[in-house]
């Protein structure tokens, strides 16, 4: 009794432990789908969020004239200040290599004895040129270079001459500056000042080897044809092409070839019909060096740049930025690898915007309006501002400037366009790329894709599906569903090498053929049932009208025959003997070998089988009583068909197309494969396309995690879960109240 | 015609004629498949083609006939060539000709009209090579040792060499490659001690002096490989290719030599079946496009078994629950459209969250907490197969969960009360009654899985396949299965060879007989799990009265 009892005990518990571990294994399932999605959006959500600016750390620091320029090292450990009396100072930011966060730990003299700077022009986040009362100039770049041999990492602050430790003179003349700016390379060095005496002077030093290991030049000195009384900003592009010179409300641009001649003049339109005219305060120059900003004192930044146009290249306002409503924007500060920029006005109101995605990121107020320097952290992750008596280090939280839903779905102005376009590149060689992430060119693409799929899919597969569910006799029924439903089982990878390979090439020599199948196949159907139904009585009792597909499969096969013998024929006489050539020349349509025909073919093969399969479902299972009826009525097998059958089957036949439709949406080898992937904007038959699935498949790899890019392909992945996630949620639901509908019949 | 358009007959015709496209296309793809895959090794007729060509000049071109196509004359008239006009269209041959080494394509067009005698000489050989493709051409002389010999020690001379190559690969995966892994083992263990603070003076001198023994035994090893090489490299054979050059041969790049023109067609029938057995057990060479694809084979056979155990407990528990435990409330319902949409959510959704969440989230942490000897370089931080398994297993798990769920419910509930009835706990008559009933309908499941995985790619390019993987997942070394290792696939390498290699033309023929294989294995899954349903609606039916 007492063994007995016990074995009950232990079956109940164990009875009760399979309920719970079953339990658990099939809530998983929803766990799994779940946790997809939350995990999905995880990777999504930051690119949507705000840009956030907070302080890190401050000092008190009391230099004994004023600071002209401050900067940081890449992780802010050392922090660094340029005084009007020449000197270097810098500070640890952190406790760690002896230092405690506050102490000067070097300071280092940049001028000779009894000079003083005249002038600090920052040139780039790192370079600094020089200018000292008697108008010479050196360029300096502040170094940092961590050192390892005590065990932890302590950074070690230095100056780099990339000149050499010389001032030099820029002036032939020798008559002072009051305005500079310069750019090099490792072959040559470019300086445009504008002297006391009015003269616009540009002088470039060219390496005798090359820039980055030896410092030895020869000067060339060059006046610019220019006449102005004052000039307020000199910015020359970091590729020495141009130089943009800005005196008062106009900005004239000269190219830095031989000639330094006059490209354009930028006039901006400013609001002239106030009491107060409104003049440009403010010039800074662009990542990437080809568009400027200008700022102005009702608040407004602008961004121009060239364009093509029908006058030739001219530079146009592209956007404008409302940085404040009654201060005027005093200064502008770029960050070196991106498009962000930060604006600072009289009181100290800051401003963080990114131009692409148009983005207004972030306002705030850093200081009382007493900053004597900004600048930007290396990797664009933190601020430094040096105020009267403080230095303020501040860290920036601001990954994904570049996405806001604007710059994704909608046109955007991109450098160097004519006008606002939809465009996918995700990347390219060089640093300063202006990463185009429009989702509209790969979503239209993913719809194309599917719509020639089903195009060609839809039509085949339904009256397929009509045919087997409703006129096939059972024995041919069972032979014939799974053949078709085998179809779904072949991998896509095959179907899109096929479609690739070999159906493509096919397609475009015999491209007359395909036009003639679209008439040739249902007229070679039409004239076989015609023949069948002439013919005398005995002979249709042994062959069957219910034996029609198998009789059609040689009128079909002999009518694609006939096609494509005659497809070299017709291009002979009505072509000109090459399609292809034709197509491109004559028609002027761009032609592709794996184009959206090729797709929608190899596609829709793979999403007949689907369709077939519910399609046929779902009309099998129309209640029998309801055809009888109808046919104990008198009406045809037909007619019946039309007006029941599919009536009573239509929601079970929607759902079949959607499904089909979800599968095309997401299909990844076919469209990969039979495509060239091209991310266009254009519904021609001839062309390619790039779906949201390849683009993930193709751009995934190599994407950096965490990036940006990694980000929006995450959320392409989303925008397929969504929608394949709407779709079969519909068509599920459509089908389970058809069946109860049935089940009610 | 009115009475028979009004019938509607003519539109049942259109109906039917959507079936026969259907069955059209599935047999026609699935015979389009098996006759470029099967061709493939069949030993080819090497042609001799004497021709002039449009410059008048007399040539010899020895090949394969590769493709052959008709083309518009119109197309051609630029080339103004010596031929005839009034013809609309002109028959033109794809010839392999192999020898890369002399031309840089191993391929070429030659027109019909130009060929003045076309032959099939007995004497053409063709060698296969491990590199350089084939070539084509008549046997001058064999070489032993500098001494010119009797052709008839060829096919003896073919197999010392092979079997040498045989001993040197052995040598250099299994025997140079154990070293190699255990040096690098114990470097890492070293490093582990390092991390840990506990390299103890007398430790390090431990991993040194075990290093030195390793090292040491390589050395003898590669004296070894040293002198196989030697050896192998001692004989030639000197060639006489179509344009009356000589070329010599080593016999350590030789695979096999055939006078495929001199075959008995039972002779060819052995040669075909040989080739195929060669193409499922070796591995492949010259960037995949030649050779065989075994470890193809090995890397899916090994990711699916794995998907396989993680997926079957899953997709029957899940099912199980549906069915037998679930209530008819929001839950149940939630749960039926997870699993409707677990199926439907495209497959490279399923790629982009294992290589986020599985690979970088988990493997990261992983990498972490266990490995952090071998770090900055990840070992589940980074594509594996372990990865791939897990994706494709939660891909597959509707399908499992649909047939057994199906399998389930055929089981008449008699079966279930009269178990109960007797006494029997549910978790028992689930045990005892249902699963054992069940097990087909489950089987059925995991088959149509397996297939599904098979043939998947999408998913795996993006947490764990690769083009070429050095090792296998599964080797001697401990502890032997290496699920952090990358691994190939035979839907990738179809993808991978068709389209990324750089001489698609020449790699087409293998991508074909991948795809054969592939379908092949995938058809076969899926008529044997039809079939199974089948036999098993069929008892349930008998189950019924």
């Known amino acids: 009794m007492a063994i007995a009892s016990k074995s009950a005990n232990s079956r109940k518990v164990k009875n009760s432990l399979a309920k719970w571990m079953i339990t658990l294994g099939g809530i998983s399932v929803l766990f799994t789908l779940v946790l997809i999605f939350m995990y999905l959006l995880y990777v999504i959500k930051p690119i949507f969020e705000s840009a956030k600016v907070d302080a890190k750390a401050q000092f008190v620091i009391k230099e004994e004239s004023k600071v002209l320029a401050t900067g940081v090292d890449e992780l802010k450990e050392v922090a660094y200040s340029i005084t009007k009396q020449g000197n270097i100072d810098f500070y640890q930011l952190v406790d760690g290599g002896g230092y405690k966060a506050g102490e000067k730990i070097l300071s280092q003299k940049l001028v000779a004895d009894g000079e003083r700077l005249a002038q600090l022009i920052n040139i780039g986040q790192e370079q600094k040129l020089l200018l000292d009362t008697a108008g010479n100039v050196q360029l300096i770049v502040p170094n940092f270079s961590a050192n390892f041999d005590s065990g932890e990492r302590v950074i070690i602050p230095s100056v780099r001459y990339p000149l050499g430790e010389e001032y030099l003179p820029i002036d032939e003349d020798n008559a002072g500056l009051t305005k500079l700016s310069f750019a090099m390379d490792d072959e040559k060095a470019i300086f445009v000042g504008f002297t006391q005496d009015k003269r616009l002077i540009k002088t470039t030093l060219l390496a005798e080897d090359d820039f980055s290991y030896d410092t030895a030049y020869e000067v060339e000195y060059q006046e610019i044809d220019y006449a102005a009384k004052r000039i307020d900003n000199i910015l020359v592009t970091p590729d020495l092409a141009m130089v943009f010179v800005r005196e008062g409300d106009q900005v004239a641009v000269f190219s830095l070839d031989d000639d330094a001649e006059l490209k354009a003049t930028i006039i901006p339109q400013l609001a002239q019909n106030k009491s107060t005219p409104n003049h440009i305060t403010s010039m800074a120059l662009l990542s990437g060096g080809s568009s400027i900003l200008l700022g102005d004192d009702s608040g407004k930044v602008s961004q121009w740049f060239e364009v093509a146009t029908e006058q030739g290249r001219e530079f146009k306002k592209i956007r404008s930025f409302n940085v404040s409503d009654n201060e005027p924007v005093v200064a502008i500060y770029t960050e070196q690898f991106r498009k962000s920029f930060y604006t600072e006005t009289p009181s100290g109101e800051m401003g963080m915007f990114y131009t692409t995605s148009e983005a207004d990121l972030w306002r705030g107020k850093l200081h009382q309006g007493d900053a004597q320097a900004f600048a930007i952290a290396p990797r664009a992750d933190g601020l430094v501002i040096f105020s009267k008596n403080e230095l303020a280090i501040f860290t920036v939280e601001n990954e994904h400037p570049e996405v806001t839903w604007q710059a994704l779905w909608q046109e955007v102005w991109y450098e160097g366009y004519p006008e606002p376009e939809f465009i996918w590149q995700s990347t390219s060689g060089s640093d300063d790329f202006e990463a185009k992430f429009s989702l509209v060119p790969i979503s239209f693409g993913t719809i194309k894709a599917a719509m020639y799929a089903m195009m060609f899919a839809v039509p085949i597969a339904l009256t397929a599906a009509i045919y087997t569910a409703y006129f096939m006799t059972p024995g041919l029924r069972r032979k014939v569903k799974p053949t078709i439903e085998l179809m779904e089982a072949l991998p896509t990878v095959i179907l899109g090498f096929l479609a690739g390979l070999w159906l493509a090439p096919i397609i475009e020599i015999y491209l007359p053929a395909i036009c003639l199948l679209l008439v040739f196949i249902p007229s070679s159907v039409f004239i076989t049932a015609f023949a069948w139904h002439k013919l005398p009585r005995e002979y249709k009792t042994k062959i069957p009208e219910t034996w029609a597909p198998i009789i059609l499969i040689p009128a079909i096969l002999i009518a694609a025959y006939a096609a494509f013998a005659l497809s070299p024929v017709l291009e002979l006489h009505l072509f000109g003997g090459d399609v292809r050539q034709y197509i491109t020349n004559d028609l002027g349509i761009d032609f592709d070998q794996r184009n959206a025909l090729v797709v929608g073919i190899a596609m829709g093969f793979a999403v007949i089988p689907t369709i077939f399969s519910m399609a046929e479902d779902a009309i099998f299972s129309v209640p029998k009583h309801l055809t009888s009826g109808s046919l104990a009525l008198g009406a045809t097998q037909w007619q019946t068909l039309i007006k029941v059958v599919l009536l009573t089957a239509s929601p079970g036949i929607f759902s079949a197309v959607m499904m089909g439709l979800g599968r095309a949406v997401g299909e990844t080898m076919i469209v990969l494969m039979a495509t060239g992937n091209t991310p266009i904007l254009d519904w021609s038959i001839f062309q390619g396309m790039r779906t949201l699935a390849a683009n993930i498949a193709v751009e995934m790899p190599e994407s950096e995690v965490g990036s940006s890019h990694y980000r929006i392909l995450f959320l392409a992945a989303f925008v397929l879960f969504v929608f394949t996630f709407v779709f079969n949620t519909l068509a599920e639901f459509v089908r389970q109240r058809l069946r109860e509908k049935y089940s009610s019949l | ?545």
């Open chain 2, 1 to 545: 015609m009115n009475n028979w358009f009004k019938s509607g007959s003519p539109w049942v015709w259109l109906s039917a004629g959507g079936v026969s496209i259907s069955l059209i296309s599935v047999i026609g793809l699935l015979w389009l498949i098996a006759s470029r895959g099967l061709s493939y090794f069949w030993p080819a007729d090497i042609y001799q083609f004497e021709m002039t060509d449009e410059k008048g000049k007399n040539l010899t071109v020895i090949g394969e006939i590769y493709d052959r196509e008709s083309i518009p004359v119109s197309q051609l008239v630029h080339l103004d060539l010596d031929i005839d006009k009034s013809a609309e269209t002109l028959e033109r041959l794809l010839i392999k000709t192999g020898n890369r080494e002399l031309v840089s394509l191993d391929f070429r067009w030659i027109l019909v009209p130009q060929i003045n005698k076309t032959s099939l000489p007995e004497e053409l050989v063709v060698i296969e090579r491990r590199t350089n493709g084939n070539f084509y051409g008549y046997i001058e002389e064999i070489i032993l040792d500098g001494q010119v010999v009797e052709q008839s020690q060829m096919a003896e001379l073919v197999a010392r060499v092979s079997d040498f190559q045989v001993e040197i690969e052995a040598l250099q995966t299994s025997d140079i490659g154990a070293i190699n892994y255990q040096i690098e083992r114990t470097r890492l263990k070293e490093r582990k001690h390092k991390l840990d603070n506990t390299l103890t003076p007398e430790l390090a001198g431990q991993f040194k002096d075990k290093v030195a023994g390793l090292r040491a035994e390589y050395e003898v090893l590669e004296q070894k490989l040293m002198g196989l090489r030697e050896k192998v490299s001692r004989d030639q054979i000197v060639m006489r290719a179509m344009d009356g050059q000589k070329v010599t041969i080593n016999f350590e790049d030789i695979l096999h030599v055939t006078f495929n023109n001199k075959l008995s067609f039972f002779a060819k029938l052995k040669l075909f079946f040989s080739q195929i057995a060669a193409f499922v057990t070796d591995d492949p060479r010259e960037a995949n496009t030649e050779g065989g694809v075994f470890p193809a084979i090995f890397g899916t056979v090994l990711m699916v078994l794995l998907m396989t155990v993680i997926v079957s407990p899953l997709g029957v528990v899940a099912a199980i629950y549906l069915h037998e435990y679930a209530g008819n409330n929001a839950l149940t319902k939630l749960l039926r459209i997870a699993v409707i949409n677990l199926a439907g959510v495209p497959s490279i959704v399923y790629g982009v969250f294992g290589l986020g969440f599985f690979v970088y989230m988990v493997g990261g942490s992983l990498d972490q907490l266990f490995y952090a000897e071998t770090l900055p370089s990840p070992t589940f931080g980074t594509p594996g197969v372990m990865w791939s398994a897990i994706t494709l297993a939660i891909l597959t798990l509707p399908v499992v969960i649909v047939s057994t769920e199906e399998g389930l419910s055929r089981i008449p509930s008699a079966m279930r009360h009269g178990s109960l009835a007797l006494g029997a706990t549910k978790a028992e008559t689930l045990w005892r009654i249902i699963l054992p009933i069940a097990s087909p309908a489950i089987m059925t499941g995991i088959i149509l899985a397996i297939a599904r995985a098979a043939g998947e790619v999408a998913p795996l390019m993006l947490v764990g396949v690769v083009k070429m993987a050095p090792n296998l997942p599964l080797d001697g070394n401990f502890p032997f299965l290496h699920l952090d290792r990358k691994f190939m696939h035979l839907g990738f390498h179809i993808y991978d060879v068709g389209f990324q290699s750089p001489n698609v033309e020449a790699a087409r023929p293998l991508v074909y007989a991948t795809a054969l294989l592939l379908v092949t294995i995938i058809v076969a899954l899926n008529m044997t799990a039809v079939s199974i349903r089948n036999r098993l609606r069929e008892k349930y039916r008998m189950l019924e009265h």
